[in-house]
């Protein structure tokens, strides 16, 4: 038997080059390995002020974006299209530890960004409790491991402590204790700013969309920060590095090489390490790019097929809710 990992991602924008590098391009990899459930998390996407024609919007376009990229359509859903997620959070909400839910930082930091923003804005009551729902994304499949990142660890605990505490309440080691699937992952930074992680939320010459136009990127490449001027002696800058980074993971091994013995030599021209790493982007990004726009032109067939796998993959979730409807006493699912 395969062991069982479900990752999911939200439907904010274009998949950029840090989301792609520290998650997309694994699932490719990971679904031939493991038994994979993928999925678009549009719950997720409402903790946050939403328009919902909007969301509608970027829920597919994160769908086709990810089939661009190689995920399997048949082990993509789109979260809404399971509702069992919201139902099964509410009964695992049940036996959370409200104080494990006071101390997750990350409810913390987005409220703090909010307000920072506008000291008058709304904070979603969602925006605490959506850890219980990442519980039942994870739980409902009966995940044996999630690929998380260090800043993500905290929630993939508390699913931990949901588990356990649901497993010893209704006598029954139901649902696995899933554990955290590392693995080296990139970490790639901002190409305006080389001391920060590259995200959208700072601004769009903070990322790089693979989906964008080639030139923008060249230029975002061409002008990407270098040296900051207060890199220790010795030591290679952030932006450096970085450059290096994006080049490896895009494949090229080979310039990687060559320009890193450059660098070690101190004859290594900036230029020419821009140079290469944008060719390496643009290699990598053009078949992506040209399935993307093969998945447009046909949306309504693709449409079908993920509501057609939401729906294979629902039926997984339906019988979760019966065993656990049959453990706590609730009415029978039919």
Known sequence: MKKRVLSCIQPTGDIHLGNYFGAVKGWTVMQEEFDCVFGVVDYHAMTMPFNPAKLREATWKMTFQLLACGVNPDLLFIQSMVPEHAELSWI???????????????????????????KDAFISSGLFYYPILQA???LIYHADYVPVGKDQEQHLELTRTIAERFNKQFG???????????????????????????????????????????????????????????????????????????????GAQAPHDRLMADYQKGELKYADLKEE??????????????????INADKRTWKKRIQDSSAAIRERAKQTLRDVHEMTGLGTVR
Do not use: W
Request: net charge negative.
């Open 172 to 250: 029954k080691e139901y649902f696995p204790v899933p554990q955290p699937y590392f693995t080296e992952v990139p970490k790639v930074l901002s190409p305006a700013d080389p001391t920060r992680k590259m995200s959208k939320s700072l601004g769009e010459k903070h990322y790089i969309n693979i989906f964008g136009d080639e030139a923008r990127m060249r230029k975002q490449i061409r002008t990407a920060v270098t040296d900051a001027g207060d890199t220790p002696e010795g030591e290679m800058s952030p932006g450096v590095a970085n450059l290096f980074t994006m080049m490896r993971a895009a």
């Open 277 to 294: 790493v944008a060719n390496a982007l643009a290699v990598m990004m053009a078949p992506i790019r040209e399935k993307y726009e093969e």
């Open 136 to 138: 039942a994304d994870i």
């Open 92 to 118: 695992l909400g049940c036996v959370a530890p409200f104080g494990d839910l006071t101390r997750m930082t990350q409810f913390k930091d987005k409220s703090n960004q909010v307000q920072e923003a506008d």
